[in-house]
Nanobody, 117 residues
Framework: QVSLVESGGGLVQPGGSLRLSCVCS????????MKWYRQAPGKERELVAS???????NYADSVKDRFTISRDSDKSTVYLVMNSLKFDDTAVYSC???????????WGQGTQVTVSS
């Protein structure tokens, strides 16, 4: 049974930074494509960043050059480092995992990020 647990969200001022973590329990992280999504109130869920089993990364245009996704397979953890945060980055950030071969998918419960002065 795969379980994804996010942490690291909180309240930050514009221009500040946060590091989100997603621990994948019950999985071999190196076999999963991992993604971070976010959803702001009244808006559709948005793909923020992804990292493949091969290590290739992709970012939404709105976060490119500000956010960095990485993985530590030994710790079964995926990170999202967020710099130069803006008001528009306020959302619930959720971790998503998809087994690269079997196609199993799982979601975390999300962590709130609020950018406010």
């Amino acid at each position: 049974q795969v379980s994804l647990v996010e942490s690291g969200g909180g309240l930050v001022q514009p221009g500040g930074s946060l590091r989100l973590s997603c621990v994948c329990s019950g999985c071999t992280l190196s076999l999963y494509d991992m993604k971070w999504y976010r959803q702001a109130p009244g808006k559709e869920r948005e793909l923020v960043a992804s990292i493949s089993v091969g290590g290739a990364t992709n970012y939404a245009d709105s976060v490119k050059d500000r956010f960095t996704i990485s993985r530590d397979s030994d710790k079964s953890t995926v990170y999202l480092v967020m710099n130069s945060l803006k008001f528009d980055d306020t959302a619930v950030y959720s971790c998503f995992a998809r087994h690269w071969y079997e196609g199993y998918e799982d979601w975390g419960q999300g962590t709130q990020v609020t950018v406010s002065s």
